[in-house]
């Protein structure tokens, strides 16, 4: 092995940089400067982002498409760049959001760390997304998942986040454990953990099956799919809004990208096992987690059901990886799922920052105080609930075209349940517009005064609702790089 | 050959026995550390496992070895994790049983 290999791994160095630069940055600067830490983040990881965008087309070196390193365990090609671009896009998405957040005055000693946490939960992300061999996505997973942990625990005085914590990290291990069994039985029988090694000695034997399984539950708490979602609800409300807009669409959206490549790459051959159960896991998903939206009142725990049932739509991609729309319309969901979620989360935590409040019942009459919060969380709303033509239809339709495009009966079943279910949620999603349009309060939420960052992601993220379903060359790109 | 498959099955139902007290005292248990000590049972069982398939099925190439190399490391990081939140649990509500963070169910 060569150490220049490590030279290959444009994305992932050029992370490292940043999450180094905001390090020494946050560490040794006085006060005074350190207040510029929020926005020298965004800065830092926007140039990383144009450098994953346009790097290869500059000639500025490290992203070559399909680099295979370190003997085929690191595998970068255009679909995972955009993968990565797109969770880029997120995160600075949040980090607008949490600018404001972390000027608060028990925040402000840790708002270090909590850009340092972030990013490394990316950059484990990244490695998760990049991975050909279960040891790194392993690693991956766990570099992504750890710090998210002390993510969660960060308002360290406050009841609910130490909850939150102990339940996520509980979880999260008990899941990693039975993932990890899954891959001890898949590395028995295969002998191998690279992908392409395992693909080709795959046999579905009792054994493998039972691995797949316990490999499916392992990821399937990571993506809180149905049965394994009981700590979503606790875990979103117990969060700071910010963390739990992070957890909601970056870490269920790389989740999502790297089971789908697992599955395809390395358990291609064993397809019929994890087939019939995602089939069950999705249609589970999808219907449980609207059932239980229904019935909350907080808007955190209400979120958390709606992304749930969201996680399901976004594994519907990963049914059709055959046609070749899957992995592209998986990804086109989670940047649109993205846009709408952080659009909805800004909102939440807006208003729970000025009034304390959190229950839908509190924004009766929000209109008429707050119009322009009101019309940006009905956006969010309509995306989510996926009703024309805001970008929420567009990915739902992409979505469901590759599942149809399959053309087996059952995936037209399941397509039909999924139907379904997205009338079943414009009940729940436009609940909260009646709230805010249609019901009167004597005493509605005051009028919030918000500050730059939070009108700043509010009206990028409204824009992005509008403009990506519209706007077609989002998609294209996507499309093409997964070609 | 036949024996070594006995030594090995061996070893992977103490590893099995392992993993599912594992899973009862993760489900049983009502304190924290007690929990924690579940999830490391867990854990430990995971890495026997990968041992014994390196050792027996494939004892040409090290990749089970090293798998639980990076575990034992990364099941370390989770430890201090999780006992850092159960610290913190502890300051502010002086216990650690896990019935009591039940604030959050409406």
């Not at chain 1, 402000?108 to 061999?133: C, D, H, P």
């Not at chain 2, 798998?67 to 502010?92: S, V």
Request: glycine letters at 8%; proline letters at 2%; a neutral charge.
């Amino acid at each position: 092995m060569s150490y220049s290999e490590f030279l290959g791994m444009g994305a992932e160095l050029s992370l490292m940089a940043v999450i180094i630069l905001l390090f020494i940055y946050d560490t040794f600067t006085s006060s005074k400067v350190g207040k510029y830490l929020p926005i020298t983040a965004i800065l830092l990881l926007g140039i990383q982002t144009l450098y994953l965008a346009f790097g290869n087309s500059l000639g500025l070196g490290g992203l070559n498409d399909d680099t295979s390193l370190f003997g085929g365990m690191y595998v970068s090609t255009n679909i995972s760049n955009v993968a990565k671009i797109i969770l880029n896009i997120g995160t600075i998405l949040v980090f607008t959001q949490a600018a404001s957040w972390v000027k608060e005055d028990d925040m402000k000693i840790r708002r270090g760390e909590y850009y340092v946490l972030t990013l490394i939960t990316l950059l484990g992300m990244y490695f998760m997304m990049s991975a050909q061999n279960f040891l790194l996505f392993f690693i991956g997973l766990e570099t992504a998942s750890l710090p998210m942990t002390a993510l969660v625990a960060i308002e360290k005085y406050k009841e609910n986040s130490y909850e939150a914590a102990a339940k996520y990290l509980f979880f999260a291990v008990f899941s990693s454990a039975l993932m990890l069994l899954g891959l001890s039985y898949i590395y028995g029988a295969t002998g191998t953990l690279y992908y392409t090694g395992i693909a080709s000695e795959l046999t579905v034997t009792p054994l493998t099956i039972v691995a797949i399984v316990l490999f499916l539950a392992g990821m399937g708490f990571k993506l809180s799919l149905v049965p394994f979602h009981l700590w979503t609800a606790d875990v979103y409300q117990g969060a700071p809004t910010v963390v739990t807009s992070y957890l909601s669409v970056i870490s269920k959206g790389a989740a999502a990208y790297a089971l789908m490549v697992a599955l395809t790459t390395a358990f291609g051959s064993g397809s019929e096992v994890w087939f019939n159960v995602l089939y069950i896991v999705i249609a589970l998903t999808i219907t449980i987690g609207n059932l239980f939206a229904i019935r909350q009142q907080n808007i955190k725990r209400f979120l958390a059901f709606s992304s749930v049932s969201q996680a399901g739509y976004i594994m519907l991609g990963v049914m059709s990886y055959e046609n070749g729309f899957g992995d592209a319309s998986l990804l086109y969901y989670v940047l649109v799922y993205i846009f709408s979620n952080i659009a909805a989360f800004a909102v939440a935590g807006a208003i729970e920052r000025a009034s304390g409040k959190l229950n839908i019942n509190d924004y009766d009459g929000l209109y008429k105080t707050n119009p322009k919060l009101s019309v940006a969380m009905m956006l969010a709303m309509f995306s989510l609930a996926g009703i024309p033509p805001f970008a929420g239809f567009f990915s739902k339709f992409f979505i469901f075209y590759s599942a149809i495009e399959t053309g087996t009966i059952p995936m037209y079943v399941l397509v039909f349940i999924a139907l379904l279910n997205t009338i079943i949620s414009l009940y729940y999603y436009l609940l909260v517009v009646k709230a805010m349009f249609l019901k009167d309060n004597e005493t509605p939420i005051a009028t919030i005064k918000s500050d730059g960052y939070t009108k700043a992601v509010v009206f990028v993220t409204a824009l992005g609702i509008i403009l990506l379903g519209l706007v077609s060359c989002v998609y294209d790109y996507i499309y093409n790089a997964a070609i | 050959m036949d024996n070594n498959l006995t030594t090995m099955y061996i070893y992977l139902a103490i590893s099995g026995i392992m993993f599912f007290a594992g899973v009862y005292g993760f489900i049983a248990r009502r304190n924290m550390l007690a929990i924690l000590i579940s999830l490391e049972l867990m854990l430990n069982a995971v890495d026997i496992n990968f041992a014994v398939f390196n050792r027996y099925m494939h004892p040409t190439v090290l990749e089970g070895y090293f798998f639980t190399l990076f575990a034992i490391a990364i099941a370390a990081a989770e430890t201090a994790i999780a006992i850092a939140i159960i610290i913190n649990i502890y300051r502010n509500i002086k216990n650690i049983k896990s019935d009591s963070l039940d604030k959050m169910k409406n």
